[in-house]
């Protein structure tokens, strides 16, 4: 069921009471959403609890879901959201978006890969949090600057200097440990 149907025509099919049309949005997006809240909160039993409140909190506010957007943006803008309140709660400001990306993919990562690792992830953490957000999207997520935009509710220049920022300050965060430097692991 609605598996060659667009995401607007399952929002609208949803809209109508078909909850077979919202399961069909849940296994489109939700290994995306879950991937997304993982890298922002890096604790499983939290996650799996925040991606089941983001489509709970989709599901409930869909009739005010505004067709002319895309249904994923949106989406992720409730699992910003979700998380951002987690923080909050937890009085915790921490990310680690990278933790089973590029440098877990081995099989058995190298100790060098997994010192960079942890030492990326410490320098991600010290960007400011709407940085940090902006990086993630266009750098893991691989979103587009328009989708950034729409997801976090923030104009295109917006993200443009957000993400310019960001990387601005891994660059000098990082410069110790780029290739051709003086290694310094104080």
Not at 27 to 41: H, L, N, P, Q, S
Not at 107 to 134: C, G, H, M, T, Y
Request: proline fraction near 3%; charge should be positive; aromatic fraction near 12%.
């Amino acid at each position: 069921m609605g598996q060659g149907l667009s995401d607007l025509d399952l929002v609208r099919k949803t809209k109508s009471g078909d909850t077979e049309a919202f399961d069909e949005l849940m296994r489109r997006y939700g290994a995306r959403i879950f991937r997304v809240i993982y890298g922002m909160v890096h604790n499983y039993s939290d996650c799996e609890d925040l991606t089941q409140e983001t489509f709970v909190q989709a599901y409930e506010g869909i009739k005010r879901f505004k067709e002319q957007y895309k249904f994923y943006t949106w989406l992720y803008r409730i699992a910003i959201n979700r998380c951002i309140n987690y923080w909050k709660r937890q009085k915790l400001i921490q990310f680690t978006p990278i933790a089973n990306r590029e440098f877990s993919s081995a099989p058995n990562p190298s100790p060098a890969a997994q010192d960079l690792r942890r030492i990326v992830e410490q320098k991600l953490n010290q960007l400011p949090l709407e940085q940090k957000l902006v990086f993630i999207l266009r750098t893991f997520e691989e979103m587009s600057y328009q989708e950034i935009a729409e997801t976090l509710g923030i104009s295109l220049g917006t993200v443009m200097s957000r993400l310019s920022r960001a990387r601005e300050k891994l660059r000098e965060l990082l410069k110790d440990y780029l290739p051709g430097k003086k290694r310094n692991y104080v």
